[in-house]
């Protein structure tokens, strides 16, 4: 039943009838199905959202004049063929369901992965005898750590195999797994019976896979690819496969975009019509899931309508910070008995993830307990986000075990400098840091030539920790910290950072050691007290649990029990 004060949307792709019953219950639906361009642009300024697969190309042009547009849901496997930045520029929201993809697609390499190790013929009436292996003891290596990558290698360890992770992603995430070990990209290629490609190049036609990294490979590996096509060079693989520099390749690849077409009737290969994610179970909950988020965000249901808050996959939230597992392992007790998440973590977005700013014990507790999901307080710097940065009160060791300790370690060096010239010093030099001694003595730390700074910094400070006490503060006058701090050996002053470098870093798959930023948070929301029975449970949809989570706030709303302090507020129990 639709009015004509009913919401309008463009469903550019064919719906599973789920989903687009749903639709039609809350607004007036027009199917266009793979349109062109200029059918779409005829169509686009006058709907409130469009729905479409991977077909449908979403640019700025057609953006430019969508005029009351305010989402995007997709339905199919990626984003790329939408242009996200600019629909976010300009206020349109852009959803999807990628987590009903994940499991068929994962599904699918392990499918591949038994028919390449068994050696099944894959032509009609081969019955020429061959002799496979078993994948127990086999290595499996994972080029990128998305969401498939982290199932397959959860079925892979199932059958004993040994997995190596290789990604610029979530290295603080591949440590925290124990089936899982992080490697660097050529030792990955060298190492691995089977080497599984996941990485998200976002620029075309960028390759990940060519003739260098397959000579890199043993002549008894092979290489799957249910990824995007452009990441792998199907020539080179077929020249590889001819020289038998490489045993097998299977690939997921749509018939049209097979560069190589003799690839296809190679014995030694597989190749399947892109259907990583054409399962009947995925095709209706992804019709559902997006048709669900698009009537959210049209009639204002979802919980950021009231506060910043949802619900999120735990495996997009990652840390910018190194993580001290032993206070997870005590949090991990407490939240287990209390039953609830009193305190939502803090992240911002950072391209398709989000990255923690305060809560990494939370989060890492959460995901070492199996929670699929967790409520965030999502903050960006348009917001107010801002940064300060801690320094270190360094105690209860003797200024003489503190330098020599210094003086040991390898990828440092320390230059004594006059204690008022280091700020400028640190700055003019970009040093890592400089020790401001008791005795009055200050020495600027710079890392030795040739060694990563964040290694350096992280060694450095994991050091001292060990050997010391350190509390976190922000004031460098060392007058009033010998007052407050009676055992003070020495203060450790660091650069000003800003959250881009800190976002830049956690790109580049490092961290920042623990205790060094301090992020300030417009608007810190408390006491939210989430059901962890809610967010832990795997029969409900991330979509349900976010309806959960805009139900829960509308009875603190209606209860009158949200308050807002505008002032500063001292706490005296923390």
């Not at 976010?88 to 959803?95: A, F, T």
């Not at 059901?531 to 991330?542: A, C, E, H, R, V």
Request: contains cysteine; aromatic residues 6%.
């Amino acid at each position: 039943m639709t009015t004509s004060n009913q919401p309008h949307i463009l469903v550019c792709n064919q719906l599973e009838p789920v989903g687009l019953e749903l639709l039609k219950n809350h607004a007036q639906v027009t199917e266009l199905v793979n349109p062109s361009i200029d059918e779409l642009k005829s169509q686009i300024q006058q709907i409130d959202a469009l729905i479409i697969g991977s077909e449908t190309q979403i640019n700025e042009d057609v953006l430019s004049i969508a005029e009351q547009l305010r989402v995007i849901g997709s339905v199919g496997s990626s984003l790329v063929n939408v242009d996200v930045p600019t629909a976010n520029h300009k206020g349109i929201q852009v959803v999807s369901a990628a987590e009903a993809n994940v499991a068929p697609t994962a599904e699918l390499v392990i499918g591949m992965l038994l028919m390449l190790a068994r050696k099944i013929p894959t032509v009609l009436g081969d019955s020429m005898p061959r002799i496979g292996s078993g994948l127990s003891g086999k290595t499996l290596g994972l080029v990128g750590f998305d969401p498939v990558a982290r199932q397959v290698a959860s079925l892979a360890h199932a059958f004993g195999m040994h997995v190596l992770a290789s990604t610029k992603l979530a290295s603080v995430e591949i440590n925290q797994l124990s089936h899982v070990e992080p490697a660097d990209f050529k030792y990955l290629l060298q190492q691995s019976d089977f080497v599984s490609v996941h990485e998200n190049i976002k620029d075309a036609g960028k390759t990940l896979i060519g003739k260098k990294e397959l000579s890199m490979m043993r002549p008894t590996a092979s290489l799957i690819n249910c990824s995007s096509d452009s990441l792998v060079n199907q020539k080179a693989v077929f020249n590889a496969l001819n020289a038998e520099e490489i045993s097998g390749v299977a690939l997921d690849a749509n018939p049209a975009d097979l560069k190589h077409k003799s690839l296809a009737d190679h014995p030694s290969a597989i190749v399947t019509p892109s259907i990583a994610t054409n399962t009947a179970e995925s095709f209706q909950e992804v019709s559902l899931s997006v048709a669900e988020q698009v009537i959210d965000i049209l009639e204002h249901n979802e919980p950021s309508a009231l506060l910043p808050l949802a619900v999120v996959p735990l495996e997009k939230i990652m840390p910018h910070e190194s993580i001290d597992q032993k206070r997870v392992d005590r949090l991990k007790g407490r939240l287990e008995e209390s039953g609830t998440l009193k305190n939502p973590p803090i992240v911002t977005p950072l391209e398709d993830r989000y990255m923690v700013l305060d809560g990494a014990t939370r989060t890492a507790a959460l995901k070492q307990l199996g929670y699929p999901h967790a409520v965030v307080q999502i903050t960006t710097e348009e917001q107010g986000l801002g940064l300060h940065t801690w320094y270190h009160v360094i105690q209860q060791i003797s200024e003489d075990d503190l330098k020599q300790l210094l003086d040991d370690l390898p990828n440092i060096t320390l230059e004594q400098v006059p204690a008022d010239e280091a700020p400028d010093r640190m700055f003019e030099y970009g040093a890592l840091c400089f020790f401001h001694f008791g005795n009055g003595e200050t020495f600027l730390i710079q890392p030795e030539v040739g060694a990563n700074r964040l290694d350096a910094l992280n060694s450095l400070t994991e050091t001292y920790i060990e050997a010391s006490y350190v509390d976190r503060t922000l004031e460098s006058n060392m007058g009033k910290l010998k007052g407050e701090y009676s055992d003070l050996t020495a203060l450790v002053v660091f650069p000003e950072y800003t959250v881009g470098q800190v976002m830049q870093v956690t790109l580049s798959g490092r961290y920042f050691p623990a205790g060094i930023t301090r992020f300030l948070i417009p608007g810190r929301i408390l006491r939210v007290n989430a059901d962890l029975d809610i967010l832990k449970s795997q029969q409900m949809s991330i979509n349900e649990k976010n309806r959960w989570l805009r139900r829960h706030l509308e009875e603190k709303m209606e209860g009158n029990h949200i308050r807002f302090y505008n002032e500063s507020i001292y706490l005296l129990d923390e």
